[in-house]
């Protein structure tokens, strides 16, 4: 029976290298010392496997740094920031075009291809939208100009009927002698015989008369008057008759 007992204690196994050869025969010789020995041995040997296993993965990580030194790999990576920016670039582009929309279309939020589709119908709206104003703006400007020019027209023609009326001056120029000045359009106004002529008739002789013509058909006529012993002659009440054959001439 004490033959069986071991000469050491098994609460801790020595190691390899502490182990006497006495030992190691006595451990060959007893199957369950053998078996624990075997089963230490290989937890030792599975504890040096994975604690390899951190050194390899830190190895094969640099590996794959040191990838990306590959100019594929550096090509690849430029395109993926290209494309990324191209299409940075092309999201502003469609939120612009969005921003031109009406308000109502930009409250809801729309997919791109709903987006370039609604643009593509709205810009014949706009574009009979731009037609109409330019065609009302043109009617405006017709009548704006129809009625400046009716405006200058009345104003012609009051300017027209101003300058028309005849204007009649009679002064003394002397002992029996009397002064006539006349101003009138000359063709729709009495003709210088019928002014001589009624002259005349209010006991007037002419001594001297003279007349001009300007280029808006104004005459002007300078008489010159020789009054009659017999005859009483107002020089105020003889314009007012004159304007009276004038006018009386004129309807």
Same mark, same amino acid.
């Given at each position: 029976m004490l033959s069986l007992s071991p000469q050491f204690s098994i609460l801790g196994w020595p190691s390899e290298a502490d182990t006497s050869p006495e030992q190691k025969s006595w451990m060959s010789d007893n199957p369950f =010392?053998? !078996?624990?020995?075997?089963?230490?041995?290989?937890?030792?040997?599975?504890? /040096?496997? #994975?604690?390899?296993? +951190?050194?390899?993965? !830190?190895?094969?990580?640099?590996? !794959?740094?040191? #990838?990306?030194? *590959? +100019?594929?790999?550096?090509?690849? %990576?430029?395109?993926?920031?290209?494309?990324? *920016?191209?299409?940075?670039?092309?999201?502003? /582009?469609y939120s612009s075009l969005r921003s031109l929309l009406p308000e109502t279309d930009q409250t809801t939020k729309q997919s791109i291809p709903a987006t370039v589709s609604r643009v593509l119908k709205y810009i014949p709206e706009l574009q009979k939208r731009v037609e109409r104003l330019k065609q009302r703006k043109q009617e405006i400007l017709?009548?704006? #100009?129809?009625?400046? *020019?009716?405006?200058?027209?009345?104003?012609?023609?009051?300017?027209? =009927?101003? #300058?028309?009326? +005849?204007?009649?001056?009679?002064?003394?120029?002397? *002992?029996?002698?009397?002064?006539?000045?006349? !101003?009138?359009?000359? =063709?729709?106004?009495?003709?210088?015989?019928?002014? %001589? %002529?009624? /002259?005349e008739q209010e006991g007037l002789q002419v001594l001297n008369a003279s007349a001009f013509a300007t280029f808006g058909e104004t005459a002007f006529y300078n008489l010159h008057l020789q009054v009659r012993e017999s005859q009483g002659v107002e020089c105020e009440v003889l314009s007012q008759k004159l304007m009276s054959m004038y006018h009386s001439r004129e309807e």
């Open positions: =010392v053998n !078996c624990n020995f075997r089963e230490k041995q290989a937890s030792e040997s599975f504890f /040096l496997f #994975t604690s390899s296993r +951190p050194e390899a993965e !830190c190895n094969e990580f640099k590996s !794959c740094g040191t #990838t990306s030194r *590959d +100019p594929a790999m550096v090509k690849k %990576l430029n395109h993926n920031a290209s494309e990324r *920016d191209r299409r940075k670039k092309m999201n502003s /582009l017709s009548s704006i #100009t129809r009625h400046r *020019d009716h405006n200058h027209q009345e104003k012609r023609r009051k300017a027209t =009927v101003q #300058t028309s009326s +005849p204007t009649v001056s009679a002064s003394r120029a002397g *002992d029996g002698e009397i002064v006539i000045q006349i !101003c009138a359009v000359k =063709v729709k106004k009495s003709p210088l015989s019928e002014v %001589l %002529l009624h /002259l």
